[in-house]
């Protein structure tokens, strides 16, 4: 399993989330969507860094996150690997090699987080256009896609930072096209919805 590539997540991952929603006392609903086996790929919008993060808090399992390739090419590059993230070129205008490594996780029964925007959102829109990435690797192993939505501020016991996950998308009857539509007015909607 390909899991043995994250040894270090499986270590500190059961030490972070306690200290991390106590920290930042983030409001978490609807986590029980992300499945407690199997495949699945978990996508929304990316406001700050410590978004994974808090994806991450949100289950007991090993999530697989697309990290841009600048992380894993500098000094703490032996760390992103040993915790399990794939490696994303944002300057490539195609990244078949992340691509297929994320599909490779997901046949074999993994988590991929990735925010289909594909960098932090430093504009007044709601969503950057969404990257088809996530609905090809959805539709090319059969995978549900689990929406979310992050909204508020990373602050010491914040008021109103939230995650809220939508209900699980089918997209194998889609087109590519049809689905990245769908997926991207979903993670909208919570967004909008969740808004303060």
Do not use: W
């Not at 040894?7 to 978490?28: A, D, E």
């Not at 944002?90 to 988590?111: F, M, P, R, T, V």
């Not at 549900?144 to 914040?158: A, E, N, V």
Request: aromatic share 10%.
């Amino acid at each position: 399993m390909k899991n043995k590539d994250a040894f270090l997540y499986k270590i500190i991952q059961p030490l972070i989330r306690p200290i991390f929603k106590l920290y930042y006392n983030p409001t978490i609903v609807n986590k029980d969507y992300i499945p407690s086996e199997g495949s699945a790929v978990i996508a929304g919008n990316h406001k700050h860094a410590l978004d994974p993060i808090l994806v991450d808090a949100c289950t007991g399992r090993v999530v697989h996150t697309l990290a841009k390739k600048d992380l894993h090419d500098g000094p703490f590059g032996g760390f992103f690997k040993a915790i399990g993230t794939i490696p994303v070129d944002l300057h490539a205008e195609h990244n078949k090699e992340a691509l297929n490594s994320a599909i490779d996780y997901l046949k074999e029964g993994n988590l991929i987080n990735l925010s289909p925007e594909a960098k932090r959102n430093y504009t007044d829109e709601v969503l950057l256009p969404f990257k088809f990435g996530a609905v090809v690797m959805a539709k090319k192993t059969n995978s549900m896609i689990i929406p979310y939505s992050i909204t508020g501020d990373y602050r010491f016991r914040s008021k109103d930072l939230k995650i809220v996950f939508g209900k699980p998308l089918d997209v194998s009857a889609l087109s590519v096209e049809e689905a990245n539509v769908l997926l991207f007015e979903t993670v909208k909607q919570l967004i909008l919805d969740n808004r303060k």
